[in-house]
């Protein structure tokens, strides 16, 4: 950002969330509120399986031998769930309102050399563009 500034005293960096799928963020909404339900049921030590006349598998008789672990299982393996169905790996760069570059069309950032060229050519073509002027080739 240093160097952007730097070169381009007059440019306004912004960053924001570029949000995931619908479909996504209610999955990862619902597993949250199911992981607290699961630590829940681990901690107060009742038997969900009992409910539906199932046999407990032997992962939550486990569980229910070692509370604290099985809580800390499933809240950082839920998160890590969480985490990954919410994160778009988006890195969107638009300049005067106009898509430059895109991360999720290219599939990698762009170097600093590379977005120094793409800010310097759409900087010269608007500049040509709100004079009049016309490149040609």
Known sequence: MQALYQRYPDIRIEGENYLPIPLYKHF???LSVFKLLVIGLIIIG???FALIGMQA????EWGQGNKIYACMMVFFFSNMIENQLMSTG??????NDVPVWSKLESGHLPSMQQLVQILDNEMKMN?????????HS
């Open 90 to 95: 988006a890195f969107e760069i638009t300049l």
């Open 28 to 30: 990862a909404s619902f």
């Open 46 to 48: 009742r038997d969900p």
């Open 57 to 60: 598998p032997g992962v939550w």
């Open 127 to 135: 500049v040509h563009m709100n004079t009049g002027t016309h490149l």
